[in-house]
């Protein structure tokens, strides 16, 4: 009677495993409670993403048709990023936002600038000046992760 009480806690505890197999955790979480990242996250990530093409191009001279529209990619979500509020400012003092807020603000410019710099030296076809401004916007992002992220 006893081995048989064993097996069927055996089979038992198999069904268990097997259906925890078949239903897997992430399922019991609604598709609509996904957590999405805040505006000012998902334009950087924007800029990110085409500052890394513009990099492989000036790395080797090779910029192309895509090259800019990828600059004009840049530029908006860099606007768009440059109104809203760098995530560190939750944790700061009220009496240090407004600071932050200009030099933030002075760094997005800069990178604007920076960025029209690199469209009108791609329209006029001086590569090696796009490759030049292309690594000032390297230096800037280094500078500005700095300063203005957590991870800084």
Do not use: C
């Amino acid at each position: 009677m006893k081995s048989t009480s064993w097996i069927r806690r055996v089979l038992l505890a198999s069904l268990v495993l097997a259906a925890v197999g078949l239903f897997p955790f992430t399922s019991l979480v609604a598709e609509d409670e996904a957590v999405e990242d805040p505006p000012i996250v998902q334009y950087m990530d924007v800029v990110n993403s085409t500052y890394k093409k513009l990099r492989k191009q000036a790395r080797r001279l090779s910029f192309d048709g895509e090259s800019l529209g990828w600059v004009q990619e840049l530029q908006l979500n860099a606007l768009k990023a440059m109104h809203e509020e760098p995530l560190m400012m939750a944790k700061m003092p009220a009496a240090e936002k407004p600071k932050f807020v200009i030099a933030y603000r002075k760094a997005m410019v800069e990178m604007m600038q920076q960025a029209l710099d690199l469209e009108i030296a791609l329209l006029e076809g001086r590569k090696e000046d796009a490759a030049k401004l292309v690594d000032a916007l390297a230096k800037g992002k280094t500078e500005g992760h700095e300063k203005f992220t957590e991870e800084g």
